[in-house]
């Protein structure tokens, strides 16, 4: 059995910061703007190439993300490259990815 924990087991505001997290990573547009960045870094213009998107809406978006902690900034000369924040959003996105790809196992009666 689970050890379940409620959300007074954490620390005050973690339950809605989590909320806000996983609200910044529903949105598809931002979601696939992420997972570009996981290989390696990446500037803002090939994010936008690789999405069939224009600069300014990845620049939006990466602000979110990168407020929330999602992504990182590293300014190489004039341009800006973007990289997961670190190995807990690769490891999140790949476990949810899992998640969906796995079969339903009777589980949902």
């Known amino acids: 059995m689970l050890n379940m ?3 007074t087991d954490y620390a005050p505001g973690a339950v809605e910061e989590l909320a806000d997290l996983f609200h910044l990573l ?5 979601l696939r703007i992420v997972l570009a960045c996981l ?3 990446t500037a803002v213009g090939d994010i936008a190439a690789a ?14 993300l990168r407020a929330a902690r999602i992504v990182k900034a590293e300014r190489q000369g004039k341009q800006v490259f973007y990289a997961a924040a ?6 999140l996105l ?10 339903a196992n009777g589980m949902d009666t």
């Open 5 to 7: 924990r409620t959300d």
């Open 26 to 30: 529903g949105d598809a547009t931002r």
């Open 39 to 41: 290989a390696q870094p």
């Open 51 to 64: 999405l069939d998107l224009s600069s300014s809406l990845v620049s939006h978006h990466l602000r979110l």
């Open 86 to 91: 670190d190995a807990h959003i690769s490891s």
């Open 94 to 103: 790949a476990n949810m990815f899992e998640h969906i790809a796995e079969p």
